[in-house]
């Protein structure tokens, strides 16, 4: 059960607060709390694969709604104490306090951000409407449901000519719509060769009759049949809490972790697509645990060396002891 945050939670502690309860951010909780870690995690409730009706590629899940399995992640984090708070974090200060929209203000040894990313999506009309549908973007997630029937690319986004070239595996009808990309001769070349039709002209919008793709069309009226189209999302990560704590950026706007997903700001980890663009969810999954391990080693390491600072302190070395 998600718990509404209000005042009452103000002022709790816990060893890690994890800020998103997708797979990567469920999956760390988990372990956490097998670790007897006192763990919160906060879940905005905006799951990025909210609009697809199944999740593929996940090893003995494959074909599960997302829902359903974000349910089941958190019946298993709650059977070992984990809190489940619905909210949104408006921003992490300095020594880890947390403070969610609306007040409520929690305490944290350390922190794990796993926001995830969005997908900015063109404006061409239908595609917001269809998108987990039958406007796709993954062919590793949905080209198997969509094998040997017609597909279209819509060149919106550079990624998208290897898009096109990957999809020729599961149809032999890939059509490429350039739409306003400016292909470079090599790239027309690849795609020639590999057996995929270019179909030069801007897209006006996708045809929707009953509830389904029926095709692309053309400016100029011209309609393309079409059974699903693939496109390239610009993907923008959630990563204001992690730059707001200063933590260092790739050239090409990631945010920059190590493969336990420790960044470089003490304290904090990072995991899943707020940190990695390709990361499906069993991908996710795994980086999350694997932040949970190196956040449970530095919090043994922190509690060890205070142990020993204590231990000095009441036990001081007697002048000439052992001799």
């Known amino acids: 059960m998600i718990e509404t945050m209000n005042g009452r939670n103000t002022g709790a502690r816990y060893d890690v607060v994890v800020v998103g309860a997708g797979a990567a951010g469920l999956s760390a909780a988990l372990l956490l709390g097998r670790a007897q870690r006192s763990v919160a995690v906060i879940d905005a409730g905006e799951p990025r694969n909210a609009p697809a009706a199944h999740m593929h590629g996940f090893l003995s899940r494959d074909g599960m709604p997302p829902a359903a399995l974000l349910e089941a992640g958190r019946a298993e984090v709650a059977r070992y104490g984990v809190r489940l708070l619905r ?26 951000v796993a926001t995830g990313l969005r997908d900015e999506l063109p404006g061409i009309a239908g595609v917001r409407e269809r998108w987990g549908k039958d406007v796709l973007h993954c062919p590793y997630c949905h080209g198997h449901e ?140 795994g980086m999350g645990s694997a932040a949970a391990f190196a956040l449970n080693a530095d919090l043994v390491d922190e509690d060890v060396r205070r142990a020993v600072e204590r231990h000095r302190t009441s036990s001081p070395r007697t002048a000439g002891a052992g001799r």
């Open 87 to 112: 909210g949104r974090v408006a921003e992490i200060e300095p020594g880890f306090s947390v403070r969610l929209e609306g007040g409520p203000v929690l305490g944290a040894r350390r922190i794990l």
């Open 146 to 285: 969509v094998a040997g029937r017609p597909l279209a690319v819509l060149g919106t986004h550079p990624g998208a000519v290897h898009q096109a070239l990957l999809l020729r595996q599961w149809s032999e009808d890939v059509v490429f719509l350039p739409h306003t990309l400016d292909l470079a001769a090599e790239e027309r070349e690849r795609l020639e060769a590999f057996g995929l039709r270019i179909v030069e002209g801007e897209i006006e919008r996708l045809v929707v009759e009953g509830d389904r793709l029926r095709g692309v069309e053309l400016a100029g009226g011209r309609v393309l049949p079409r059974a699903a189209v693939f496109l390239f999302p610009r993907m923008v990560p959630h990563d204001g809490l992690l730059t707001g704590l200063g933590c260092a950026m790739d050239d090409k706007g990631w945010v920059i972790a190590d493969r336990t997903g420790r960044t470089g700001m003490p304290g904090v980890w990072a995991a899943g697509n707020v940190i990695d663009p390709r990361a499906q969810v069993i991908t996710a999954a």
